[in-house]
Every structure is written in structure tokens, then in C-alpha cells.
């Protein structure tokens, strides 16, 4: 039977529609976002510049082949900091003039390290954190990505979410600034992202971090080995290897200006084993619970379309103002959600036909393993 697609739908139909519909709210009204602390939101420039009171904060930023990115993120990160933080630049064998670029800043309290060479066993990544790491000697250890962007207030607003959680992993999913038709296709994989932050204890053993941003007490960190852990130290993932070594894991979302970062601006294939990779290999950290309402809201976002206009608005205007906490997507994007739903599928499918048939991923020429 033909679908009246302009008409009222079936009543089987509709209710499977809202339940994934609701499924959806229910998933990302969970989502907490990064609290902006008081010394963000009061303390003005003179006061910062002698200050405030809070945690002393390492910043560690693991690079490889990023000196474009370094131009950006170093004076953002110089605004944000305090006289007594410090900023760790780890060089990864960069061929591009990483160190160079670095060095530029050391008389703001910034050192340049070299990566070495990697032992056996280890991630590029994960080895550079813990070289940096153990240079650092403040009280808080923030690991950012050199494609990140901070705000002024930025590291204070983590670093007082990580002095009320000592013992935690703390991570904000930075807001995704795009550019471009191809770089808005993240659009539902960031919105799924974001539908994943939570607070999980030794009790849940499956465990969210966003690793572009991500601190921890240094004490802490110590203890439970950091990155040199066993199950840390060759995992291509490791923001989420560590999270699940540490006794909790609190992760949030960044705000608009807040923290940003450009994910895939290299175009469509880059975006396409990026989120290849993160979906084969994050799914195995996803709550239970999180999973069956993401499964049931991506059901709702594919049926809605065929089922009504109706389901159809009620879906774009649910898109459009969820992706408006995690992006620059816009209303255009919005609207036309059944494209993005339709990618977002086809990635995930391919993701999990490589990781259950194949085990392995490509990403940025080197072959991943997914289990």
C-alpha cells in the first residue's frame, strides 16, 4: 500500500517513530556541558594575568607534522593560561617544522621535547603524552590536540571540573567549527558523540572520553600508570583506554567558543575513515543503555521521512537543535538530515562489516586494529 505521505501515518507507524524520536531527547538531554567557572565568567584580565585562585595546570600537547595547527593553538592556549601554568610541546618526529614553530613560544613558559624514538609495544600518541607527562610538574595534567582552540577561561573551566572530580579522567567534546558542504556531514556522528557524555564509575566498565581535550590529576594519573599502562600504552584510542583504567570518567560537552576544533578538513575521505575508525573502535565503550537509544533515535531519523511531513519536521527541527550544541551545522543541514542519515548509516556499516569481518581499519595510511 502506498504511503500518504502528506496524510496522517499509520498508528504503528507513529509510535514507532516518537519512541525513537523520545529515545533521541532522552540520549542528549543527558549530555552535561562544560560549567563555566567563576573565574571565567568574573575575573577580568589583570586579575587573571596576577592568578586566580585554582589548580596549577600542565598543558601537554602530543604533535606530529603540525606546525600550521601550533600558529593557532599556542597564542589561544597563552590567552588562556595563567603565569604559573606551563605548556609541554611534544614533537613526534615532525618533517614539517613542528619544533620550529614551538620554539617561537618558549619564553611563555613553553618547553619543546622531543618524542624519541617509539619503543616497541607503544602508540605514537600515547608515548608522546607520557614523555610529556612526565616532564609536567603541576597539579593538573590537560592533554590537547594541536587542532584545537581555546577560549580565555577555557583551562580554568576544566580545571575546576577536575577539582571536584580528583580521581576522574575529565573531557570536553570540543565544539566542531566546520567549513564547507563535506565537513558538515559530521553532523549526526558529533550529535551521537555528544549523546555518549556521562559520569562512569569502576562500576561501569564502559567508559567515554574525548581526547582533543582531556585532564586528569597528575597524582592520579601517576598512580594508575598514565599512558605507560599496560592497556594505555599500545592503544590507538587511548583517550578511551585510559578512561576505562581510572576509577571514573566524567565527559562533557565544550560550548560554542569555549573549545573548537576542525575535524576533517582534508575532505570527504578523510572524513570517511575517521569516523570509520572512531565508530568501529569507540562502539565497544558506548553504555548499553546509550547505545539502544542511539540505535532507536538513527531508526526514527531513516523511517521518519517515509512515514510522514509531519514525522519528517518533527525530526529536522529535533536535528537542528541538537546539532546547534555540538557545531556550526546550521538549519540547512538541518533540513536536509535524511542525506546526513543515509552517510552516517553507510559509514557505520562499512565500520562494523571491517571490524567483525576484516578487524582492522585504515587510517592516515596505517592499518588499525579494531579488536
Not at 622531543?114 to 602508540?123: M, R
Not at 567508559?207 to 586528569?216: D, E, K, N
Request: proline fraction near 5%; glycine fraction near 8%.
Amino acid at each position: 500500500m502506498a504511503v500518504d505521505w502528506l496524510g496522517a501515518p499509520s498508528t504503528g507507524s507513529l509510535v514507532v517513530f516518537l519512541l525513537g524520536w523520545g529515545a533521541g531527547w532522552v540520549g542528549f538531554l543527558r549530555a552535561k556541558s562544560l560549567p563555566q567557572s567563576p573565574s571565567a565568567e568574573r575575573v577580568n584580565d589583570a586579575e587573571r594575568t596576577n592568578g586566580a585562585a585554582r589548580a596549577t595546570v600542565s598543558v601537554i600537547v602530543p604533535c606530529r607534522n603540525e606546525a600550521d595547527n601550533l600558529q593557532h593553538l599556542l597564542p589561544s592556549l597563552h590567552a588562556a593560561l595563567q603565569p604559573t601554568d606551563e605548556v609541554i610541546i611534544v614533537d613526534d618526529d615532525s618533517t614539517d617544522g613542528t619544533a620550529a614553530i614551538a620554539a617561537r613560544f618558549t619564553d611563555r613558559n613553553v618547553q619543546v621535547l622531543p618524542a624519541g624514538s617509539l619503543p616497541a609495544g607503544w602508540a605514537g600518541k600515547s608515548h608522546a603524552c607520557w614523555i610529556g607527562a612526565q616532564r609536567a610538574s603541576r597539579e593538573v595534567l590537560l592533554f590537547v590536540d594541536a587542532d584545537v582552540r581555546v577560549a580565555p577561561g577555557a583551562v580554568d573551566d576544566v580545571a575546576a571540573l577536575a577539582a571536584q572530580n580528583t580521581q576522574a579522567v575529565v573531557s570536553a567534546m570540543p565544539y566542531h567549527r566546520t567549513v564547507g558542504v563535506i565537513e558538515r556531514l559530521s553532523m549526526l556522528f558529533n550529535t551521537v558523540s555528544a549523546m555518549v557524555a556521562s559520569v562512569a564509575t569502576t562500576r561501569e566498565p564502559r567508559r567515554v572520553a574525548y581526547g582533543p581535550f582531556l585532564a586528569v590529576h597528575r597524582d592520579a594519573y601517576l598512580r594508575v600508570g598514565g599512558h605507560a599502562h599496560q592497556h594505555v600504552r599500545g592503544a590507538v584510542v587511548e583517550d578511551l583506554a585510559l578512561a576505562r583504567v581510572m576509577p571514573c570518567a566524567v565527559a562533557v560537552l565544550a560550548r560554542e567558543r569555549q573549545v573548537e576544533y576542525r575535524m576533517y578538513p582534508l575532505g570527504a575521505r578523510q572524513l570517511v575513515e575517521g569516523w570509520t575508525k572512531n565508530t568501529a573502535i569507540g562502539a565497544n565503550s558506548v553504555p548499553r543503555w546509550s547505545a539502544a537509544l542511539i540505535i532507536a533515535w538513527v531508526v526514527s531519523l531513516c523511517g521518519g521521512p517515509l512515514t510522514s511531513v509531519w514525522c519528517y519536521v518533527l525530526s529536522a527541527v529535533q536535528v537542528a537543535v541538537m546539532s546547534r550544541r555540538v557545531g556550526n551545522f546550521g538549519v540547512v543541514s538541518a533540513m536536509l538530515y535524511p542525506l546526513h542519515a543515509i552517510v552516517f548509516v553507510m559509514v557505520a556499516m562499512c565500520s562494523m562489516a571491517r571490524s567483525v569481518l576484516v578487524g582492522r581499519v585504515a587510517w592516515r595510511g596505517r592499518t588499525i586494529a579494531t579488536r
